[in-house]
């Protein structure tokens, strides 16, 4: 993962945890458990499935790099 990718996923991660920090004061304010539970499944469920995404990639670049390479000393 490069620099600027990195970044951006650090935001949203900053972001999805400021959401998730929001959501738990309320339920203490409101004195409701069950305030904005849907919105945390989805963030937390979005965030692994993103983490989940980007090792896939990460295996696929890997995986054809080392492909590329074998070539090379093929040919």
Same mark, same amino acid.
């Given at each position: 993962?490069?620099?600027?990718?990195?970044?951006?996923? +650090?935001?949203?991660?900053?972001?999805?945890?400021?959401?998730?920090?929001?959501?738990?004061?309320?339920?203490?304010?409101?004195?409701?458990?069950?305030?904005?539970?849907?919105?945390? +499944?989805?963030?937390?469920?979005?965030?692994?499935?993103?983490?989940?995404? +980007?090792?896939?990639?990460?295996?696929?670049?890997?995986?054809?790099?080392?492909?590329?390479?074998?070539?090379?000393?093929?040919?």
């Amino acid at each position: 993962m490069n620099g600027s990718t990195s970044k951006t996923v +650090q935001k949203r991660l900053e972001e999805a945890m400021a959401c998730l920090e929001y959501l738990e004061t309320e339920r203490v304010l409101r004195d409701d458990p069950e305030f904005g539970k849907l919105v945390e +499944q989805r963030t937390v469920s979005r965030e692994l499935l993103e983490l989940e995404m +980007q090792d896939a990639e990460e295996r696929i670049t890997r995986m054809c790099a080392a492909a590329e390479h074998a070539l090379s000393l093929l040919a």
